[in-house]
C-alpha cells in the first residue's frame, strides 16, 4: 500500500524526533538526580563542620568590614594553591593590625572585657585582638639592605620541613602562624608544614583545624594521643620529616619577608651549622610587631643557674665581621625558633628524650651543637615575630620539678666539673634524674670537645664562679640580716633588700669578683648617690666597685668611698661614712679566699 507523500515526509520526521527528544528528558532526569545527591552531601557536610566554615568567614571576610567577590575570595582564602611566594596584599590597608601596627580596644562594654578577660586566661595573651586581625595582615620588613643585595644568598638551597607543635593554641594565632610560612616563603623551599597537636582539648583544633587545612596540600596534621609535652612533641613530629632541613617554629609566631632563605643559605653552605632567626617582639596586648635593625641584634647565653639569657656581642665577635648584619655566632640559643639540618640533627642524638615536657632542652642543643663539631648562629637577615607569654596557660599534674631534672640530666652529661656550680645553686639536691648512660655513650661516640673547651673558646665572657674571691651568703651579725634580691631581669634597677638569714642560697647567694664585683651571674650591686640597686654588670668598675676588707669586715664603695650598713630597723641597706666599730656595717661572706684576690 501507498501512502501519500506528505504522510510520509511526517512520519519520517517522527522517527527522527523521537529518539532525540527522548534523549534530552533523559539528561534532564539525570542533571536533576545529581543535583539532588550534591545538594544533599553540601547539606550533610554543613551539618558536620559548620564551624570551621564560620571561622574562615570570620577570619577573612566579616570581621575586616569589606565585601568582595567569591574570585577576591578565593585569591584570599586560598593562596597556596597559586603558588604565592609574595605577601598577600591585605584586603584593607588600614584594617587592625595591618603593618604590625598596634590595635587597642578602647572603654570595651561589658559583653567585650569579659571576651578580652576570658581570651588572656586561656591563652595568655590578648585573644580578643588576635581576632579582629587578619590571619594574612601585612608587617614592616626589618631586613638591613645589605641583606636584600642582589646574589647574597645561594639560589640552589635546600628545602625544609617546618614543624610547629601547640596545645590548645588560639585558632588565629595558629593560622597565621601557618599563613605567615606559606605567604612569605618561595612554595619550593617548603616541603612540608607538620603541625603537631600535643593531645589538645579544645574543638577548635581538632575536625575544624582539619577541615580548614585541607585545602594547603602541604600541611600535615599529625595527633599525640596522649599529652606529651614540647620536647617529645618536637621528637614526634621530627619522625615526618622528609626534607633535608627541619625549622622548628612555636605556634604564635610570625615569619617576615624573606626569613627563610638566609637560614637555608647558612646551612647549605655547612651542614652542621645549625641557625637561629632574630627573634623580633609581638606584643601580647595589642599585637604591636615590634623589631630593630641589625646594630641591635644580641646573642644567647646562660647563668650558672641553667637558665638562658641574652646579652650583646661580644668584642671579640664583632672583629669577625665587616657587617652587621652577617651571622653571628652565639654560645647558646633559645630554642623555640631554629633550623638544622636533618641528619645532623639526628647525628647529635636530636634532643634528650629523657627530658619531661620542656626545659633545658635549648642548653643541651646548644652545648652539643659547639663540643661535637657544630657552629650555633643568630642570622640578623632572618626576622621571625614571636608573642612572649609572661605566664603559661597550661598546667601539668605532676609532682616534680621538670626543669630541675632536665637541668641535672644537662649537667650530668655534658658540663664535667663546672656542674658542681650549678648544684651549689640547688643545695646539691639531685633527687632521681633517670639514665644518662646512653647520652654520656652520644658524646663519647662522637667525641665530643670539653666544656672547658667550651668556656674557653666559646663563651669566655661567662663569669665562673670558682673565680670568686668570695662566695655565698652576705650575713650582718648584729641584725641576723642577709643581702636578699632576686636577680632576674625584671628585677634590675630595684633596690636591693634584706631578708633573715637561711643559709640556702638562692636570693641570698653572691659572688665577689676579682675585680670588685658583687655579683650573682650578670646583675651587679651599683651604687649612684641613693639606693643601692641591681644593675646590669659592666666589667668597668665606677659605680659596682667594692672594696671587702676580711679583717673588719666593712664594705667599701669604691667611687663614693662610703660603706655598706643596715639601718637601725634591720629592714633597708644604706651608705654611711665608714666606722669600722659599727655593727651595722659589719658584712661577713660565707666564703672567703684571699688567694684569689686580684693582685695590684
Request: hydrophobic content about 35%; aromatic content about 10%.
Amino acid at each position: 500500500m501507498h501512502l501519500p507523500r506528505k504522510f510520509r515526509a511526517s512520519i519520517c520526521k517522527l522517527i527522527i524526533i523521537i529518539p532525540i527528544l527522548w534523549l534530552v528528558i533523559m539528561m534532564m532526569i539525570n542533571t536533576a538526580e545529581n543535583n539532588t545527591i550534591a545538594s544533599g552531601s553540601r547539606s550533610e557536610a554543613s551539618k558536620k563542620k559548620p564551624q570551621a566554615e564560620e571561622r574562615i568567614q570570620d577570619l577573612d571576610s566579616d570581621r575586616v568590614g569589606m565585601e568582595y567577590d567569591d574570585k577576591n575570595k578565593e585569591d584570599l582564602v586560598k593562596p597556596s594553591l597559586k603558588n604565592q611566594s609574595v605577601t598577600i596584599p591585605p584586603r584593607d590597608p588600614a584594617g587592625p593590625g595591618e603593618m604590625g601596627k598596634p590595635f587597642k580596644v578602647a572603654k570595651p562594654d561589658k559583653e567585650t572585657k569579659a571576651m578580652i578577660d576570658k581570651g588572656w586566661k586561656d591563652n595568655a595573651f590578648n585573644q580578643y585582638v588576635s581576632d579582629k586581625i587578619s590571619v594574612h595582615r601585612s608587617l614592616p620588613d626589618p631586613r638591613d639592605d645589605w641583606c636584600k643585595a642582589e646574589s647574597r644568598f645561594l639560589t640552589d638551597l635546600p628545602a625544609t620541613s617546618v614543624v610547629v607543635c601547640f596545645h590548645n593554641e588560639a585558632w588565629s594565632v595558629l593560622l597565621r602562624t601557618v599563613h605567615s610560612i606559606l605567604d612569605r616563603s618561595p612554595p619550593h623551599l617548603i616541603d612540608q608544614i607538620i603541625l603537631v597537636d600535643d593531645s589538645s582539648t579544645m574543638d577548635h583544633v581538632k575536625d575544624e583545624l582539619d577541615v580548614y587545612m585541607a585545602q594547603y596540600p602541604k600541611v600535615k596534621i599529625v595527633r599525640a594521643p596522649e599529652r606529651v609535652g614540647l620536647i617529645r612533641a618536637r621528637l614526634m613530629g621530627a619522625r615526618y620529616v622528609k626534607a633535608p632541613v627541619i625549622t622548628y617554629l612555636d605556634s604564635h609566631c610570625e615569619c617576615t619577608e624573606g626569613w627563610l632563605e638566609p637560614l637555608l643559605d647558612r646551612i647549605a653552605r655547612n651542614k652542621t651549622n645549625v641557625v637561629c632567626p632574630v627573634i623580633d617582639v609581638i606584643d601580647d596586648d595589642t599585637l604591636e610587631y615590634h623589631y630593630r635593625d641589625s646594630g641591635g641584634v644580641n646573642v644567647g647565653g646562660f647563668d650558672w643557674n641553667l637558665q638562658f639569657n641574652w646579652h650583646a656581642v661580644p668584642d671579640h665577635e664583632k672583629k669577625r665581621h665587616s657587617h652587621s648584619a652577617e651571622a653571628v655566632r652565639s654560645p647558646t640559643m633559645a630554642g623555640g625558633l631554629f633550623s638544622i639540618d636533618r641528619e645532623f640533627f639526628e647525628r647529635l642524638g636530636t634532643y634528650d628524650s629523657g627530658f619531661d615536657i620542656w626545659g633545658g632542652e635549648n642548653l643541651e642543643l646548644s652545648f652539643k651543637t659547639w663540643m661535637c663539631g657544630g657552629t650555633l648562629e643568630i642570622v640578623p637577615c632572618s626576622h621571625v615575630g614571636h608573642i612572649f607569654r609572661k605566664r603559661s596557660p597550661y598546667k601539668w599534674r605532676s609532682g616534680v620539678n621538670v626543669l630541675r631534672r632536665n637541668s641535672i640530666r644537662l649537667a650530668e652529661v655534658w658540663l664535667d666539673d663546672y656542674k658542681k656550680y650549678y648544684y651549689d645553686r640547688i643545695g646539691h639536691d639531685l633527687g632521681d634524674f633517670g639514665d644518662i648512660s646512653s647520652r654520656t655513650k652520644l658524646r663519647n661516640d662522637l667525641q665530643c670537645k670539653s666544656f672547658q673547651w667550651y668556656l674557653d673558646e666559646i663563651y669566655p665572657e661567662l663569669f665562673i664562679p670558682g673565680e670568686a674571691v668570695a662566695s655565698g651568703e652576705i650575713r650582718n651579725d648584729w641584725s641576723n640580716q642577709c643581702v636578699d634580691s632576686a636577680a632576674k631581669r625584671e628585677d634590675l634597677h630595684k633596690a636591693v633588700g634584706l631578708w633573715p638569714c637561711h643559709n640556702q642560697g638562692g636570693n641570698q647567694y653572691w659572688m665577689l669578683s676579682k675585680q670588685g664585683e658583687i655579683r650573682r651571674d650578670e646583675a651587679c650591686l651599683d651604687y649612684a648617690g641613693s639606693d643601692v640597686i641591681l644593675y646590669p654588670c659592666h666589667g668597668s668598675k665606677g659605680n659596682q666597685y667594692w672594696l671587702y676588707n676580711h679583717h673588719d669586715l666593712t664594705l667599701k664603695h669604691g667611687s663614693s668611698r662610703r660603706c655598706l650598713a643596715i639601718n637601725a630597723k634591720k629592714d633597708k641597706l644604706l651608705m654611711e661614712d665608714c666606722n669600722k666599730e659599727n655593727p651595722r656595717q659589719r658584712w661577713k661572706f660565707l666564703n672567703y679566699d684571699h688567694t684569689k684576690e686580684e693582685k695590684s
